[in-house]
């Protein structure tokens, strides 16, 4: 921060108190001072105590003068001494003379400066700004170094310090340790600002003590601390870790340690800890202590990931996902009955890349969106594809992303992408997820609604996987339920179908008509047709075929 000594340079006046009992003196350096500072008067040690108690957040300097009735200047000094609130506030002593010996015994109850009598206005309005200038820039980067609560450093002073530290100690073999508190929004929902305040203050101070070798540590986020440590077997001291959140807080706090050993001493600090929060975040239990590495599989993931976000965009442009289609069978008929799009991805470093893969990262950093819309266009030209060579026609069922629901105007979307490519809407079905529901009800129902009323046919997919709710399938307007290839194979394997019965038949009371996923035998198909249940979709029928293939198969 760059100090201007001009006051009317639209920096704020410094507050400048002056503890004199001599009126003479005291109007002198009042005058002095007048022009830069806000001057505050005391006219003896005690006077200036009691200034100092109401005033020190906002004083710059005191100066004092060392020979005062009642509370002279030592004492000033010794009972400044004894409150560390006051530490940020200077002194400048004033004597009268050379003595030496109140020269020292000022310095040693913690005076910074002096100037003497009689006074030259040059020096002491010289002396007063840099002494002020002095502390102010001690206290920025005091502010920077640390993180007042925890006394740890403050992130940033952690990455740099840590930087310098590992590229001047090039030998050393160090470990970082990164502690995160992963429930830590809903305990200060639930305790309180100051309560976990406190909490992490006790935390850090029990971590700094239980691991071991400790070269630094810093908090780098809200919740989160890094810890430099020499390295070693962690499995040495991760035992002791388990007891570090004994009676903070709430039984039911969930702490999380990610460890990278043996840090690359060329990589950004920043990084290393990303890297020991990402093992941590790999941790699936939710609460407790728990610890996780930062493994060569996790990296090699990582990497993958990056080089995936990295290319997706040209992917696309690119048009490296392709479409497949896999048919499904129609049990009442015996013909193909519609088919489902599912995409795959060529890339040209990675290979082929599997959906589950790439999907969830899209869906975390929206991407899916784009992707959704261009299968959608796909699909719709491959039903032109087929109209256009007189193949057999039928609906192609595409998978919209819970996350596609954020776009404001989906429904009229997916029907412009439709009505341009010449497609009647009841060639179009849209699978979705439950969990689109469970985000955000509302809107997913108006947007079904929508594109219900517009002609699409919607399919519930994955029915019967994770958490089902009897809510969703009573709010949403749906034409079809896709029965979780979960439930098909543990009844195929119980030789139990008494679930897929009743799935089948609660989709009859509500209208619902039901396609089997992931059929695979002779068996299922017979037990599925014998239950009444529409289509079956899966390898014993089809598996997701190319457009060529696809196209030969419906011919
Ligand atoms: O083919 P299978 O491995 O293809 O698909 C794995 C998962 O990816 C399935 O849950 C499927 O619903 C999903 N999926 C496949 N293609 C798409 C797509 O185009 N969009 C979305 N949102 N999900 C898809
Ligand atoms: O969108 P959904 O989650 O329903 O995706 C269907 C998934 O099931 C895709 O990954 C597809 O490749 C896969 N699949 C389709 N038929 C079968 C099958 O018969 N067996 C198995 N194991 N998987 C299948
Ligand atoms: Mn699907």
Redo the contacts with the bound molecule.
Sequence with gaps: MGYSAKSDSGKPRRNVLIVEDNDVNREMLHSILADEFNVLEAKDGLEGLEQLRQNYSSLSLVLLDVYMPRCDGFEFLRQKRSDERFDSVPVIVTTASDLREDEIECLRLGANDFVVKPYNVEIIVNRVNNIIHLRESASIVNQLTWDHLTELYSGEFFYRYMHDFLSSSQAGAYDMVCSDITNFKALSDRYGKANCDRMLQELAKRLSFTLPDVVAGGRIANSTFAFLIEHQDSRSWTDALMGVSHGLIATNMSLKFGIVENVNHGLAVSLTCDRAVTALEQVRETFGVSVAWYTEDLHARQVREHVIVETMEQALAEKQFIVYY?PKYDLHTGETGGA?A?VRWIHPELGFVR??FFIPLFERNGFITNLDFYVLEEACKEIVRCREQGLRVVPISV?VSRLDFDTADLAQQIAQIANRCGVDHSLLHI?ITETAYTDNPDLVVAALQELRDDGFVIEL??FGSGYSSLASLNMLPLDVM?L??SIIRQAASLDDYRIVRSAIQMAGFLDLKTVA????TEEETQRLRELGCDMI????FA??LEQKQFEEYVS
Excluded: A
């Excluded at 979709?537 to 014993?540: H, K, L, M, N, V």
């Design positions: 896999q489902e599912l959906p589950d998978n699978e997919d994955d896709k979780d290839m996923e992931g059929v695979e979709q899966g390898y014993y598996k997701p």
